[in-house]
């Protein structure tokens, strides 16, 4: 293996471990916390995740050159699948990083949430080669 | 009862987490992508390979071309065209890189296993962890049985990879990174699946009242 690759798993490594500390901190892995966030009676989380927004906006556009152009573009899934995504967030409540938390808390269940994942990603690499074909723009890509 | 981190400490360690994915990975914050590569990462695996190949074969290949081109047109057509076109003649050759990230797959495993070791250490220095074989007593409430319970989260896990891929991003891809640099399509991925997430969410609750 090569030093660059070594050092790449390191740093994804770290990155990974403080996620995961700070989701859990904030209580993103409790589905009453954010069922109670989806029903609007207690914003907290909201607000965290918007701050976090604004946070990194305003750091990132401080070191604007550095900053990768990011390739996200409207393409025909955008809307649809946002969509699939929000009732799928609603019925789990774990996006694709919150399912990890939820599974190192001991909630147990999660681990059908994850084979659905899997499940999910893979039966779209196929139906996207299959019929769609557009440009979708995932992540770092 | 389990005391969380207050709105604003939760936006810095949030925002903290982006900012430090980007400072060390030198990329903005996606989970979505990283399951992408490590679910595909064996057709990525094959694709990167036929295009090394390609790539190494390239003298071969315009060799074939030119013997095509010599047999269709004749000597004098192709004396003429290179005349022509000698002046700008670049090699064109393949970027393998270029067409996938030079990161290795298990680089994004590494992340996504790292972040449930994150969770599971914090979760029992803070005290929070528990053995469960229930989401909450809310979602157990919302779907009932055992079964029933476990087949809506397969169901809805389907529909959250399957959307994330399809929609090109997630709450970190869209919602955290696509936000904060006000790139369109996120800022209306993130409207969408936050407006679904909490009409479903408002319907489940009417329900079981």
């Known amino acids: 293996m090569k030093t660059s690759h070594i050092k790449s798993h390191f740093e994804y490594g770290l990155v990974g471990i403080m996620f995961g500390a700070v989701l859990t901190r904030i209580g993103f892995a409790d589905y009453d916390e954010l069922h109670k966030m989806f029903i609007f009676s207690d914003l907290r989380m909201m607000y965290s995740f918007?701050?976090?927004?604004?946070?990194?906006?305003?750091?990132?556009?401080?070191?604007?050159?550095?900053?990768?152009?990011?390739?996200?573009?409207?393409?025909?899934?955008?809307?649809?699948?946002?969509?699939?995504?929000?009732?799928?967030?609603?019925?789990?409540?774990?996006?694709?990083?919150?399912?990890?938390?939820?599974?190192?808390?001991?909630?147990?269940?999660?681990?059908?949430?994850m084979m659905g994942i899997i499940l999910g990603v893979w039966m779209y690499r196929k139906a996207h080669g299959r019929f769609f074909g557009w440009d979708t723009g995932t992540c770092g890509v | 009862m389990i005391e969380y981190w207050s709105w604003w400490l939760g936006a810095l360690g949030l925002g903290g987490v982006c900012l430090a994915y980007f400072l060390l990975v030198g990329r903005l914050l996606g989970v979505s992508g990283s399951w992408a590569k490590v679910v595909g990462w064996r057709e990525n695996r094959l694709l990167r390979q036929a295009n090394q190949d390609f790539a190494a074969n390239q003298d071969e290949m315009s060799d074939a071309l030119m013997a095509e081109t010599l047999a269709e047109f004749?000597?004098?057509?192709?004396?003429?065209?290179?005349?022509?076109?000698s002046i700008s003649e670049t090699p064109a050759k393949v970027d393998?890189?270029?067409?996938?990230?030079?990161?290795?797959?298990?680089?994004?495993?590494?992340?996504?296993?790292c972040m449930f070791?994150?969770?599971?250490?914090?979760?029992?220095?803070?005290?929070?962890?528990?053995?469960?074989?229930?989401?909450?007593?809310?979602?157990?409430r919302?779907?009932?049985?055992?079964?029933?319970?476990?087949?809506?989260?397969?169901?809805?896990?389907?529909?959250?990879?399957?959307g994330t891929q399809m929609a090109g991003g997630c709450t970190?891809?869209?919602?955290?990174?696509?936000?904060?640099?006000l790139i369109p399509a996120s800022l209306l991925a993130t409207l969408v699946f936050m407006i679904s997430a909490v009409f479903l969410s408002m319907l489940m609750d009417v329900m079981i009242r």
């Open chain 1, 50 to 113: 918007a701050g976090a927004v604004a946070l990194s906006m305003v750091v990132l556009l401080l070191m604007n050159k550095r900053v990768p152009k990011q390739h996200k573009i409207l393409q025909p899934g955008t809307v649809p699948g946002s969509m699939l995504f929000g009732f799928g967030w609603a019925i789990t409540g774990a996006c694709p990083s919150l399912v990890f938390v939820q599974l190192g808390h001991g909630a147990l269940p999660a681990v059908f949430t």
């Open chain 2, 74 to 85: 004749g000597e004098d057509a192709l004396q003429e065209f290179q005349s022509e076109s």
């Open chain 2, 96 to 113: 393998v890189n270029d067409l996938d990230s030079s990161t290795p797959w298990t680089a994004h495993l590494c992340f996504l296993l």
């Open chain 2, 117 to 140: 070791i994150g969770a599971f250490a914090t979760a029992i220095i803070s005290g929070q962890f528990e053995l469960r074989y229930e989401l909450s007593p809310m979602h157990s």
């Open chain 2, 142 to 162: 919302i779907f009932g049985d055992t079964w029933e319970v476990w087949l809506a989260l397969l169901s809805g896990g389907m529909m959250v990879g399957f």
């Open chain 2, 172 to 181: 970190s891809g869209h919602g955290l990174s696509g936000c904060a640099r």
